[in-house]
């Protein structure tokens, strides 16, 4: 039930670009994704709340393919302040319902290098 | 800073004991949730509250147990701990539980030794 990340880890040079997908086997209604730095609390980036839904904020980006079952996070032209580790999560319930069971993927460890 | 207070950060045990975490969610805000993060291990989910009533259970151990109280603070209580219960141990809020963003606390490191 646990969604599944891909990759497990990259390491980018500052300026690249970074896809990191999250696919689900059950049927996802929303998409939440946070990143972690190490030492630190989860941090909320964006929810996509319906298929075909893409988002935004600066150079960082989202999609979801609510008929796949996947979502992706794109990450551009990199900055060092990206690093940490990507998560998404997806709602234990339907559509009607909230957090329920709000259920983190494997997690996607991103680093940056000058 | 989340808004998110919980306490201890660390925390130093032995096997057998039992510990409580505390958690005080965001001004105003009503559902709180549980995590278990081991070493590079993801995010766990233990339990979510909402407005003092229990929403949703993971697999939380039955040694485990939590309580959101009126004054919408929540409590962590792990007893017989074992060496596997040390983690990182985080607490969550949201608004109103419904599909809305999480805020993290800075989280309790649970050591059992």
């Known amino acids: 039930q646990q969604p599944v990340q891909s990759p497990q880890a990259v390491i980018l040079r500052e300026g690249e670009d970074a896809v990191i997908n999250c696919s689900s086997s059950?049927?996802?209604?929303?998409v939440h994704w946070y990143r972690q730095k190490h030492g630190e609390a989860p941090v909320f980036l964006m929810i996509?709340?319906?298929?075909?839904e893409q988002k935004g904020h600066e150079k960082i980006s989202a999609s979801f393919n609510e008929k796949k079952q996947q979502s992706s996070l794109y990450l551009t032209a990199s900055q060092l302040s990206y690093s940490g580790t990507y998560f998404c999560?997806?709602?234990?319930?339907?559509?009607?319902?909230?957090?329920?069971?709000?259920?983190f993927g494997t997690g996607t460890r991103l680093t940056i290098i000058p | 800073d989340s808004g998110v207070t919980q306490t201890p950060k660390h925390l130093i045990t032995a096997t057998g004991q039992r510990v409580t975490l505390r958690c005080s969610p965001r001004?105003?805000?009503?559902?709180v949730y549980w995590y278990q993060q081991s070493l590079d291990q993801g995010l766990q989910f233990l339990i979510q509250?909402?407005?003092?009533?229990?929403?949703a259970k993971g697999n939380i151990l039955e040694r485990f147990s939590a309580q959101q109280f009126p004054d919408l603070h929540s409590e962590l209580n792990l007893s017989s701990l074992e060496l596997g219960d040390s983690a990182l141990y985080f607490c969550?809020?949201?608004?109103?539980?419904?599909?809305?963003?999480?805020?993290f606390g800075s989280g309790t490191q649970l050591s059992v030794l």
């Open positions: 969550a809020s949201s608004v109103r539980g419904g599909n809305e963003k999480l805020f």
């Open positions: 059950k049927a996802l209604y929303s």
């Open positions: 996509l709340l319906k298929g075909g």
């Open positions: 999560g997806t709602p234990g319930g339907g559509s009607n319902f909230g957090n329920e069971k709000l259920t």
């Open positions: 001004s105003g805000d009503l559902s």
């Open positions: 509250y909402y407005n003092g009533e229990e929403r």
